[in-house]
């Protein structure tokens, strides 16, 4: 119904009515991604305003949207699911869905291959460290909390207050917090690591069972906390 439908100018004056994004299609991050492409946009309104005719065809917009940033995923069999892995036309890691939803773009699990086989390695036991390229768009703010989790070490956790002093921003815990829910490349990138002041495991994208899962396998909780 139209009077059930709220309209905001900016997403921070939605956010500060209560709202969120989605986390299943993560406008937020739709919108940093937007920021990337502006080159491509640019260079597409170019060749319409020059040869508007021929630029009504399908194809020739297909051809220019598909020459670089097509996305490839694979879906990777792991102790806590199925996971999807995305990467893009560069090799990049640009998202990791531990529902194992299908991805976007082509399925190409050869692409997948370098992020898939460090996972494994990481689930077997034998990696502790992440050696990958990573494109993960997102605000200043959030990339800036993505670089301070990396910096947490396999086996030990922080608080989300900690990790906000951290970065110079003692009373942003709960925007902490929201920036580690927006994380699109979980466990690589390892927000699993922040947990409450209290010792409470906090929140998780991918639910709690998992987060206490990643925990446990890296010795940060004893296996009867589960």
Not at 11 to 35: I, M
Not at 85 to 98: E, P
Not at 140 to 147: L, P
Request: net charge positive.
């Amino acid at each position: 119904m139209a009077e059930n439908v709220l309209f905001f100018l900016r997403e921070l004056d939605a956010r500060n009515a209560g709202f969120r994004p989605c986390k299943r299609c993560r406008p937020d991050q739709f919108s940093a991604r937007l920021d990337q492409d502006g080159e491509l946009v640019r260079a597409l309104a170019e060749q319409i305003r020059s040869a508007p005719q021929r630029c009504l065809a399908t194809h020739h917009f297909w051809r220019h949207w598909t020459r670089q940033d097509m996305p490839y995923w694979t879906r990777l069999n792991s102790p806590i699911g199925p996971l999807t892995i995305t990467v893009d036309d560069g090799g990049a890691l640009i998202g990791i869905d531990l529902r194992g939803a299908p991805g976007s773009g082509r399925k190409q699990p050869q692409r997948c291959r370098e992020p898939a086989e460090q996972l494994e390695e990481y689930f077997a036991g034998q990696r502790r460290q992440f050696d990958l390229p990573v494109r993960a768009g997102g605000s200043d703010f959030q990339q800036a909390v993505w670089r301070a989790l990396g910096d947490i070490p396999f086996g030990t956790a922080v608080s989300y207050g900690e990790l906000a002093r951290r970065l110079g921003r003692p009373g942003a815990a709960r925007a902490v917090g929201q920036a580690n829910g927006a994380n699109p490349v979980p466990i690589v990138v390892p927000c699993h690591r922040v947990i409450a002041s209290d010792g409470g495991m906090g929140g998780f994208s991918g639910g709690l069972s998992i987060k206490r899962w990643l925990l446990a396998h890296e010795g940060t909780l004893e296996p009867q906390l589960i």
